[in-house]
């Protein structure tokens, strides 16, 4: 009787036989495997399996707890959702990479070592970067790359940070880190919030997954930040900077978002926001928090999987990908529609969906450890995300001005495969037991009392109430544009309006708050971030990097090496050859430079050492 | 006066004896063979080139059980220890895979003559020559023999002008470099009063180091093996080499030469001039920085996928200067590990770009690749196997091969040659992508018909086996970083 058996395993050697497949043969094949997977999770005990000595270290594949089984759980269930949701897809590259993903992310999960982390962390990578270039097109090439130069970015930052810690310590075992602030411990750090897409380190995200493929960017959602949480739960619990950093995210993603018209970076956007609750959680250490992390990022990866795919259904029906074209499909499309709204009101933490089981945790936490301000600014990005993900967005995709686009539901695969996620969103909602119970630490919390729902229905009514009233303002526009007249114009607004409303603001005026905060200046302010700040710079930081480095390098070798050494040693063999008369030779007047340049070479070493 | 006898062990250089006695025979057999048969000779080399093989494993014992070792003999000329071995079958390997890639090349040519055979075998003797000598004028017997061989083999597809070139400009450079070697032996006997390589260490331990001959000729031995390696700034002949010179050639030299090379390098440096080591490490740090990243950077505007293997071949001795630096056991044995590596990774992608390159080697350019993951993808899934390997991405032996060598230089303490080392990596990446990128993202340009490629039995075999190597020594490392390590050089 075997033990325990990889999970990873059947995805990673199941990955290879997919080529040898096809159509019902391969449809069958690819459940199959993911439903073995999930039976074997659901079947594991917890200790430490699969120990092996590898050059003189100990590597273990298997270090099974209640922390890697929360995830291993929804992982695998994500991939069961995400197989079927991608059935109907026909290019085989794809299917094998997600393969390889899902099983890479999950060998990480399991990981009891750096190294075999790290070796998974890369291969997780590479993979995913194929769903965005699977899609083919020039802009989805370009977003790959950037994608994957990002992540080998904060691969070499962790692999800097696992050599360093290993000549520290002499020990490769994963797990809690000593925070001295030490080399080791923040390249580490900043290898897993590269992947956590933590900002500054985040355009990776919202560049790629808006361009990868609609069954691609699916999985995208799922794994690769959740594994960045899951081993910042494991690492760093109780880091400070994190709780920072959570927080700002969690509005920075909202802001952004707000102001998208395609609707998949939206949702990426989103997903930033997301993952800032868990990051958050992670900073604070506590076990509620952790707990809540933990609960978040299993919730999360269902509903925002349910999101992406409500919209990748509508693209794959429409072909169309931006807001402000889109608009009355719900006669059309009622099923997705329905499916989609349920993972609106989950990621916006509605009473009874699933995200209100877990978000409210964390923001619980946040209080418990007297953080006032967190806990409000993580409400704030809450209303906030209701806003563009559950009403703003639907509003506009299905019903809004009808726009004329005339189409039907997606294949039935499509929708099986969100059903089931919607039916867990909603079981999840109701029923929160079970997911308590694989959090890693005992829970004592009660997510339905009166306080918590009062509340958050509260703030999310205001919330629609805002919306409704500024639905104009809020219409999507193909390029929001922006001019040097937003200084005075809306400067010489938000003065005014201060000078109106002081007192109203400070008394609570709720409605008027909202009003200003989450429609009018967030708009205005956040409109201005993303053009100049995302866009530009760091997208541009990205695309300049890359484009110095080529124009650097062709300056190097055009100018350097043929212009300036060519030239120079051919003026020096013109004089020479002129006045040796040795014309003949000047046919390889190329090997005459090399030449130079080797004596020129010897001739600096030796004089290095002569004259030091 | 009394005549030194020298003590004769032959069984020391069998090896090398079985090799040159298969270079003579294929000599000799092609007068008696018909054209279809010429084939043959690249088997019969293969023949030796596996015997030899066994040889050398068996000589002397197994790896790790090294108490017979080293055998010193022909006066302390010559040496066998597990250094030397462990080089000895990276050579071997490498040869006997360009063999394999060589048998339908030379036919589609036009050019399949039992002297190429030959040549490449007198090569592998040379090569194995500077593994063995333990002597400065033995290593420079290698060194001559190795580049003799090789000259011809860069210029051997005679009607194509850019091999003829690329032959002229290699002998005229690898002349003038063999000046400086031979210029700095002579400076360096005439220091210590002796060209062994003991001696020398004995000598420089005892007296005077830091007397400027022998730091000049110390200098001068750097620039020849810098050039043999192709090392910033002596590497300009590798680009315009590896582009003229016939595909297998080129597989050829980017792999065994350069593995030799350093074999000698390090010998040399470590047997001979340790207690100079102060004095070399500066030397040799600047110029693994500058030949990583200017082997990189240049890489990076390359379209003709030979001339950028070749840029990542100059690239890919930086990165084993990295350890150079680190001098110690694990520096050493990660070099003789990384070798191992690269020989199948290397030969590997060029056995493709052969492949691709079809008949007059017309198809070297990054949009020729592209597609080809639909039409074949199993050429095409090797190729990605083997570029990923050589960017150091896991679970590959480039991988395992980067991480060994890197963490030997940081433990020295060469953080900042490190970080310099591993922004090279990601800028690499970058390249190697680009060739993956064609080959299954992009749909095939209008005028790129594939015509359909060719594969030999000699060739698929050569790429099974470097796929298998670059997958075992990347995912089971544990054996050969054990061997690696037993490879110490012994004093």
Redesign the interface.
Known sequence: MIEWFHPSLFFIFGAFLIPFLKDKVLKTYLIVITVLALIDVLLMSEGIYWKYSFIGNEIIFGNVDKLSLAFAYVFTIMACIGVIYALHVNDRGQHIAAFLYVGSSLGVIFAGDYFTLFVFWEIMAFASAYLVFAKRERVAIEAGFRYLLFHIFGGVCLLGGIILHYIGTGSLLFGLIEKDGSLAFYLILIGFIVNAAVPPLHAWLTDAYPEGTITGSVFMSAYTTKTAVYVLVRAFPGTEALVWLGTIMTLYGVMYATLQSDFRRLLAYHIVSQVGYMVTGVGLGTELALNGSVSHAFTHILYKGLLFMGAGSVIYMTGNRRLDQLGGIYKTMPITMILYMIAGFSISAFPLFSGFVSKSMIVAAASHDHRAIVALLLIMASSGTFLSTTLKLPYFMFFGKDSGIRTQEPPLNMLIGMGIAAFLCIAIGIFPGPLYAVLPHPVHFEPYTGDHVTGSLGILMFTALGFFMLIKRLEPHPTISIDTDWFYRKGSNIFMWVANNPIAAYEGYIGEIYNVWFTYLTLKFSDFLWRVFDSRIIDGAVNGVARIYLIITSFVWRIFDVRIIDGLVNDIADFWMDFGGVARFSQTGMVRNYAFFMLLGGGILISYYLFR | MEILIPTINLESIYPEILITVFAILVLLLQVFTSLPGRKQLGYISLTGIVLASIIVLTQGGAFGENTALPIYSFSNLWVVDNFSRFFKLIILIGTGLTVLISIKYLKDEGIDHGEYYSLILFTTIGMMIMAGGSDLITIFLGIELMSISLYVLTGYTRKRLLSN?SS??YF??GS??TC?LLYGISLLYGATGTTNLKGISGFISDANFGS?VL??GM??L??GF??KVASV??H??TP?VYEGAPAPITAFMSASPKAAAFAAFLRVFIEALPSLQG?WVD?IWVLAAMTMTAGN??A??QDNVKRMLAYSSIAHAGYILVAFISTDKSGIASILYYMLAYTFMNIGAFAIVIIIGGKGEEKVHVKDYTGL?YRY?LTAAAMTLFL?SLTG???TAG?MGK?YL??AA??SGYVGL??IA??N???S??YY?KII?AM????PELDVAHDSLVFSPAMVIALIIAVCGVLLVGIF??PY?AMAQQSYISF
């Open positions: 070139e002229l400009k005229l450079l003038f470099a400086f400027p730091i000049i200098v001068l750097l620039i810098g050039f700034p002596f300009m002949w315009d004095v030397i950077v240049i990076l505007v993951g993808p990923l991405i896991p679970p991988f991480l890197f963490s940081i433990k490190v970080t591993v922004l990596s990601v800028i990446l970058y992508l990128v299954y993202l992009k749909e490392p544990s970083i």
